[in-house]
Structures are given as C-alpha cells and as structure tokens.
C-alpha cells in the first residue's frame, strides 16, 4: 500500500488544519487508516485511527480536538485538527494497519 500525506503547515494556536492521506495499491474500503506523529525528540505515537466501517478511536491527548474521516471513493483518510496546540507540532504519518505501510508524514507546526 502507497500513502501519501498533504496538508501540513505552520498555524497560530488555537488554529485549524486539515491533514490527507491518498492510499493506493493493495487497498480497498475495509482497511482501517490511521494516523500517528512524531515530535522532535521523541517516539512516534498513535493520534487516531478509523475501520472500514467508519469505527473511530483517538488518542487521549487529541479527543474532542480531532476528527479522523475517509472517503471511501477516494481512498482516502483525513485529520480534521481543531484548537491546535503548540505541543501537537510533529511530523504525521498515515498508517495503514493492516499492510504496516506508512507515508512519507507531512510537518505540522504550531506557533504564534
């Protein structure tokens, strides 16, 4: 499975972003998707992942920040991060679970 991520930035806190993620090759809608990160300095850790079926599950530190979606039509998986903090600046990586692929992350940096 081929992943590619779009949609990082440099963005104000308390500021939006929206993250994506286009999976090609070996992939169809039942896939779960999932998105990590990794800060400066530390290990790379799970953000929020989705089933086939639409199924949600988030990191404690992104809950009621974050929305994970896809549109199976595109194959495609999104990150809708909303207040954004400074602490959430890292690069992301979307996951396919399933096949242990990753995409190339893409940086989020939230400054003032």
């Known amino acids: 499975v081929q992943l590619q991520a779009f949609g990082g930035g440099l963005v104000q806190p308390g500021g939006s972003l929206r993250l994506s993620c286009a999976a090609s090759g070996s992939i169809t809608s039942i896939n779960p998707l999932a998105w990590y990160r990794q800060a400066p300095g530390k290990q790379r850790e799970f953000v929020a992942r989705i089933t086939g079926g639409g199924v949600t599950s988030y990191a404690d530190s992104v809950k009621g920040r974050f929305t994970i979606f896809r549109d199976n039509t595109k194959n495609t998986v999104y990150l809708q991060m909303n207040s954004l903090k400074p602490e959430d600046t890292a690069v992301y990586y979307c996951?396919?679970?399933?096949?242990?692929?990753w995409g190339q992350g893409t940086q989020v940096t939230v400054s003032s």
């Open positions: 996951n396919s679970p399933w096949t242990g692929d």
